[in-house]
Each structure stands twice: as structure tokens, then as C-alpha cells.
């Protein structure tokens, strides 16, 4: 499964004034998420990843967060819990619309992303922050 979300509208739309606000609290942060870690998980498609940001950026135009992985790894089942059994995983780029995600701080230098239509939680940690090393070898 990719987890690559590109919801792109056939029509330009202004921008909703909450989705200026989110850029605006991305834009005053990706430079401390750049060597930290994305964690994504989505309970009702039960997936759940975390990786390490290589680069991180937010294209104005398309109103698009992307993230490019120096690795990425997937939780081998995700039930009740995620597990802490991990898998290599060769997407190493992910894309947030934010025209359909809202974007909260939540403390620690943390950001969350989450979108109720495709129901699915981002959660930016910074470089220095919570982080999870590489849990499987090449």
C-alpha cells in the first residue's frame, strides 16, 4: 500500500482560511523536522510507519506537504497495537494535501497532521526529539 496521498483538486481553489493558518504553522517549524522522524498510522486501513525526514518541504501552489525519507519502515501488523516488529519499506516519499488535513501543535516541538477523510494521523517529531532507530538492516 502507498501512502502517498495526492487528493488534488481538477480546479484551482483559494485556499480556506484554516488551511493558511496550518501552513503557517509548518513554515515556522520544517526546518527543525528535517533529520527528525515522521510517524503515520491509519487505524481503519490498519498501517502504521515511521521514518526518518531527509527533507521536508510545502509546496504553497498545490497546498502540499512532502517529505522525502532517508529510510522508512512499516509495523508488520497493527491490531489493537502497532507492533514493534518493523519491515524495510521502499516508499520513501510521502505527500499530505492540506487542503484535507488540520494541522495542531502538539507540544515538544511536535506537529500532527490529521485528515478525518482519509482518516489518517501524521505526527512530525524534530530533529533531537522522540525517535526510533532504524529497526531493520539492508
Known amino acids: 500500500m502507498a501512502i ?3 487528493q488534488k483538486s481538477q480546479t484551482t481553489t483559494p485556499l480556506r482560511q484554516e ?4 501552513v503557517q504553522i509548518l513554515e515556522g517549524r520544517i526546518d527543525s523536522y528535517k ?6 498510522q491509519n487505524q481503519g486501513e490498519h498501517y502504521y510507519y ?4 531527509k527533507d521536508v518541504s510545502i ?6 506537504i512532502n517529505v522525502k525519507f532517508l529510510w522508512l519502515a512499516k509495523a508488520t501488523s497493527f491490531d489493537v497495537v502497532p ?5 524495510k519499506d521502499s516508499q520513501l516519499d510521502y505527500t499530505a494535501n492540506l487542503e484535507i488535513y488540520g494541522v495542531s501543535d502538539i507540544g515538544q516541538g511536535r506537529t500532527a497532521i490529521y485528515s478525518s477523510i482519509v482518516d489518517e494521523l ?4 524534530p530533529k533531537g526529539g522522540s525517535r526510533m532507530e532504524r529497526p531493520f538492516t539492508d
Do not use: H, Y
Not at 50 to 53: A, H, L, N
Not at 83 to 87: A, L, M, T, V
Not at 122 to 125: E, N, R, S, T, Y
Open 4 to 6: 502517498t496521498k495526492q
Open 19 to 22: 488551511s493558511r493558518q496550518d
Open 35 to 40: 533529520g527528525g522522524q515522521l510517524e503515520i
Open 50 to 53: 515511521r521514518g526518518e525526514i
Open 59 to 64: 509546496d504553497k501552489a498545490r497546498n502540499e
Open 83 to 87: 507492533s514493534q516488529e518493523w519491515i
Open 122 to 125: 501524521a505526527v512530525f517529531f
